[in-house]
């Protein structure tokens, strides 16, 4: 009995491992004393010692759920998996002012080196934002490997990525469709604010279907925390203000988060105030901005089920800039209203098969006017939005490792009135998706698979069609592969299937639009935009030096876009502009290099480069980004941060026959930061100068070019406040 027993005990320890590690600091990897690590499973709690270390001395091969807590550090929740094999364990805590969703395992941040290859340089944390930040959101990720910016003036401007815009490139704010009109037309402005985001990702590759049918673009998403995810220990507030030369711009933003009663209470106001565009040769008349936004969100976690809301309202005034040979000659002032009402839940069970349950449900009601020089409003338009989304996150089902399956369904409904050229309709759309990854010896695949439904409803007669209801149904799919050769090199290929559903504009308009400088003509008969896309991935990670790359082509059977026919309404004067399907290739690569020189100088590179056109002509797409290249030097001494950076555009002469050309330019920015704290306050201030030499130079996707240059010499002062 005696030798039974020791052979129990002898197996069982060899089926047992050591759970040990340290909990560090985000920032500089110190070791972060007396944090608590609670097991669930095993009700055990364990706190580090004055290094950081930890140590379980024996944890049974399985999965658990690791909570991490410490005070002013934003607290972590995640599964590990004992597996029998020996490792060592990092944990990164982030400081209540730097909100990051990574978690540090073994030394890697993300959940696999597919999620790394396509998030570690194009994911943006708060403290980066609150260096960067800029009036909109196209100018606060236009540094990222592959942006661009779309302007027709600063207010409208819109993130382009691969040379692909509109509804090819999506916006979510935490997670769920920011809906508004900005993907119609280049004179609608993006209506979610970045001033109080907490981190800002740029997501492409298979995880792009979870969110839209087109993977060929991508998803810029926001994460606001409108609903408070994390419960304080106490009350916390921040403010952030900001100061521009170029514009007078005045952006204010306050929050404040605390535990009540067992929830958590979360309010947000933020402002932002700017004047006419400053200009090397002149200012941008009509150019102003004045936003405001309000936000309240509260939550109640309740061990494994957590429920929020969050109502969130944001008021816009902004100008089109005049252009008097082209219809408006003291240009187009425009309104907008958003009101957004959110409803998130999530059930996490601890089973293998379907560890977590999350539901999410919100209303949108957006209203856009536009005013002539009479102060009457020539244009209206009123979005009512009703999405839901049911997702299951799964650990295990045959042959998937880990992804989730989810149900979407959305009802729009439009109504216009004045000079708009677009019906009042409906569209409803349902969509099943699927998002999975696996690992195998030295491989990683992801993949996954959306199928969406669209019914799109005109509401009355309308000239282009006696009956224009069209219904779409899309497919889309795609994998991506990659292959660590060994630590220090990996490639691989994504290969997908994309399908995107024409805009209501792309298939209904018919008239003047005049904040554009255009007379629309839409195609009720156009299919959808289905097209093959192939990345080739590379990744060469030395010791002090790392290499990425991304070569991609996008070959589209029926690509969708507005093209300048030449032709004039003489009646209004007015361009014609008529929407069709036509097969096209854009193709590219994005290469970016970083090189630490030392403990304090790091050099990081840039080079993008887009290709359009369309193949059964062979001639030029129209409003593809120029060749460009960046080079930056920084160095960093403790809480003082300086960038210098030098971009480089080449001229674009590949144009559409109605284009204009752009010349190369180049520009010089400088940006510092330094943090600092006193008492139970942090703080950053920035500074940072655009444009050095005030260079005139015009950016090519830039509507209004013909009129006036790039903004010149831009001074920005910015002050953070945590307490």
């Not at 706190?47 to 049974?60: C, I, P, Q, R, Y």
């Not at 979510?172 to 004179?187: E, K, L, V």
């Not at 409803?428 to 969406?452: G, K, T, V």
């Not at 490639?491 to 805009?503: A, D, E, K, N, V």
Request: net charge negative.
């Amino acid at each position: 009995m005696i030798f039974l027993v020791l052979i129990i005990l002898l197996i069982s320890d060899l089926n047992a491992e050591m759970f040990n590690g340290r909990v560090v600091d985000s920032r500089n990897e110190d070791g972060i004393p007396d944090a608590t690590i609670f097991i669930e499973e095993l009700s055990l709690k364990i706190n580090t010692d004055s290094l950081g270390h930890f140590k379980v001395d024996s944890l049974a091969v399985a999965k658990y759920h690791i909570d991490i807590v410490k005070h002013t550090y934003k607290s972590l929740h995640y599964e590990i998996l004992m597996d029998g094999s020996s490792k060592e364990f990092v944990f990164k805590m982030h400081p209540l002012e730097f909100h990051l969703d990574e978690i540090s395992v073994g030394g890697e941040l993300y959940h696999s080196e597919l999620d790394r290859f396509y998030n570690e340089h194009s994911h943006i944390n708060e403290s980066e934002i609150n260096r960067r930040l800029r009036l909109t959101l196209a100018q606060t990720v236009q540094n990222e490997l592959g942006m661009s910016v779309r302007s027709l003036g600063p207010a409208p401007s819109r993130p382009v990525l691969h040379g692909l815009s509109g509804s090819r490139v999506q916006i979510n704010s935490d997670g769920m469709p920011a809906i508004d009109m900005s993907a119609t037309s280049a004179d609608h402005a993006v209506a979610t604010d970045p001033s109080s985001a907490k981190s800002l990702s740029i997501i492409r590759g298979p995880k792009t279907l979870i969110y839209n049918p087109s993977v060929a673009g991508g998803i810029v998403d926001i994460n606001r925390s409108d609903i408070p995810l994390d419960k304080p220990h106490q009350v916390q507030i921040n403010t952030k203000t900001y100061y521009e030369s170029v514009n007078s711009l005045f952006n204010g933003v306050v929050e404040a988060i605390a535990p009540i009663a067992g929830f958590t209470v979360k309010g947000n106001y933020s402002i932002k105030d700017a004047g006419n565009q400053y200009t090397p040769i002149g200012t941008l008349e009509n150019t102003g901005i004045k936003n405001q936004n309000y936000n309240f969100g509260i939550s109640r976690d309740f061990e494994d089920v957590f429920i929020g809301t969050s109502m969130n309202e944001m008021h816009m005034d902004y100008g089109i800039p005049p252009d008097a040979e082209l219809g408006h000659a003291n240009g187009v002032d425009i309104s907008m209203f958003r009101r957004i009402n959110n409803l998130r839940s999530a059930i996490h069970n601890h089973d293998a098969l379907i560890s977590d349950i999350r539901i999410d449900l919100s209303r949108t009601f957006y209203q856009h006017n536009e005013f002539g020089s009479d102060n009457r409003v020539s244009a209206f338009y009123s979005l009512e939005n009703y999405f839901s989304r049911v997702e299951l996150e799964y650990e295990e089902l045959p042959l998937l490792n880990h992804g989730v399956l989810g149900v979407q369904y959305n009802n729009h409904q439009m109504n216009t009135s004045g000079r708009v050229s677009t019906p009042n309709l409906t569209n409803n759309n349902l969509a099943f998706y699927l998002f999975s990854e696996r690992r195998f010896n030295q491989n990683e695949i992801q993949f996954s698979i959306r199928n969406e439904n669209s019914w799109i409803r005109p509401i009355g007669t309308f000239a282009l069609n006696e009956n224009p209801a069209r219904n779409f149904n899309t497919l889309s799919f795609s994998t991506s592969i990659l292959r660590s050769f060994n630590d220090k090199i990996s490639g691989g290929i994504s290969i997908s299937r994309s399908s995107r559903i024409p805009t209501s504009e792309e298939l209904y308009s018919n008239g003047p639009h005049l904040a554009v400088y255009s007379y629309e003509i839409g195609n009720s008969d156009l299919e959808l935009e289905n097209s093959w896309n192939i990345e080739l991935l590379s990744s060469f990670d030395f010791q002090n030096f790392n290499i990425h790359s991304t070569l991609y082509t996008n070959e589209y059977d029926n690509f969708i876009f507005t093209q300048n026919t030449g032709d004039t309404n003489w009646v209004i004067i007015l361009p014609l502009f008529q929407t069709a399907n036509r097969p096209a290739r854009v193709s590219g690569m994005d290469i970016g290099i970083e090189y630490d020189i030392s403990d304090k100088f790091l050099y990081e590179g840039q080079i993008s480069y887009v290709y359009g056109e369309l193949t059964d002509t062979n001639t030029p797409l129209p409003w593809i980004p120029p060749l460009r290249i960046s080079n930056e030097f920084q160095y960093s001494n403790k809480n003082l941060n300086i960038k210098i950076r030098a971009i480089y555009a080449a001229a674009q002469n590949r144009i559409d026959i109605f284009e204009e050309s752009t010349d190369e330019f180049f520009v010089f920015n400088l940006n510092a930061d330094y943090a600092f704290s006193f008492n139970s306050i942090t703080s950053m201030l920035t500074f940072n100068v655009e444009n050095i030499f005030n260079t005139e130079y015009y950016n090519h996707l830039s509507r209004i070019k013909h009129l006036m240059p790039e903004a010149g010499r831009n001074i920005r002062i910015g002050l953070v406040f945590y307490y």
